[in-house]
């Protein structure tokens, strides 16, 4: 088979809910609807961007993924969206280009306990166990959940390619009970670890696993959050944007603007290459794509709360784009 290259995007769509719905109940769930024109900008994005595999984030369930693919993107893609834990209905998912060589398979993690309790929980739970009591609080789930798709060629059972997709933990905290939403987030991103470990053992470290999605946190080398820092300290992984040497002013992904107008922008959106992928990567097709007009040329960045409204998503989608890769 003739090498080519191999292109893998991960886009933070911002609320895809897009009726109509098949199930009335949907329509209570989903109260918000995104604008004809930020679906179109969305569609034109991603074909420009042609991808060989897209993770989304913020899907409003597959029916809104179903009129996506069907009416927006002229069923170009074959999809696949499994719902998560979600509160308010915020989905992962994977859209897959039609015409490649290969079979996928995407499985779930969300009923994977975290292990992990509020410290109010814990305190709780300590204290109805030294009673002689069961525990009050069950461990939590994952906020979504992890959404992997294997990539298989012809009939090996072996994956080619593992991606390990999530939306982690938000850094909102409505209870106040976990600021910043760093104690959850740290759980989450612990049990990604884990699960990236533990596929890794099972295919003896010959089948490359890749991390992707939004991080809700800067995950990047420098100035790592906290919550974060095991990633690093126990894994040979790294960021498309760190592989290609990507300038620091230009890893924003997005853009968030204090009271005062300040923007306080940074990555959030990662895609993160075990070592043996790391030669592959194509530098001038990798890294974060900017919206553009309809002349084809690239917006500014916004420079306001307002001019970010009026992007499609305010993600922007980070790309990788390997060579040589799946021949």
């Known amino acids: 088979m003739k090498k080519k290259e191999f292109s893998i995007c991960s886009f933070n769509v911002e609320n895809l809910f897009l009726p109509p719905y098949s199930k009335e109940e949907s329509y209570a769930l989903y ?3 995104k604008s004809k024109d930020k679906v179109e900008r969305l569609a034109k994005a991603i074909r420009d961007i042609d991808s060989d595999i897209i993770f989304l984030c913020e899907v409003g369930g597959e029916d809104s993924l179903q009129n996506f693919v069907e009416v927006h993107l002229e069923n170009e893609y074959l999809y696949s969206l499994m719902p998560g834990n979600s509160e308010r209905g915020i989905e992962l998912a994977y859209l897959i280009k039609k015409g490649t060589d290969y079979t996928f398979k995407h499985l779930t993690h ?7 309790n509020y410290p109010h929980e814990e305190k709780e739970n300590y204290y109805q166990m030294s009673m002689g009591k069961k525990r009050v ?3 939590h789930l994952p906020s979504r959940d992890i959404a992997e798709l294997r990539i298989f060629k012809g009939d090996s059972e072996k994956p080619s390619l593992i991606l390990l997709g999530v939306h982690l933990k938000s850094q909102l905290d409505k209870e106040g009970i976990d600021f910043g939403g760093r104690l959850r987030r740290k759980a989450e991103f612990k049990q990604l670890i884990e699960t990236y470990k533990v596929l890794n053992k099972r295919y003896h470290q010959k089948v490359p696993i ?11 080398r420098d100035e790592t959050d906290s919550e974060f820092t095991n990633l690093y300290e126990t894994t040979d992984l790294e960021d498309v944007l760190e592989v290609i040497n990507e300038p620091k002013e ?16 940074h990555q959030l959106d990662y895609i993160f290459l075990p070592k043996m992928l790391h030669s592959k990567v194509d ?4 890294g974060l794509y900017n919206y553009k007009n309809e002349e084809g040329a690239p917006f500014p960045r916004p420079t306001s709360l307002y001019e970010r409204y009026q992007l499609p998503s305010d993600h922007f989608p980070i790309v990788c ?4 890769f799946l021949t």
């Open 31 to 33: 109260k918000y609807e």
């Open 110 to 116: 969300k009923r994977r306990p975290l292990n992990f």
């Open 137 to 139: 609080y069950p461990s």
């Open 210 to 220: 890749i991390l992707l999605g939004d991080f809700n946190g800067k995950a990047c």
């Open 250 to 265: 230009a890893r924003v992904s997005i853009h968030i603007f204090d009271k005062q107008g300040n923007d306080l922008g």
């Open 283 to 286: 530098p001038k097709r990798s």
């Open 321 to 324: 784009t390997l060579k040589d």
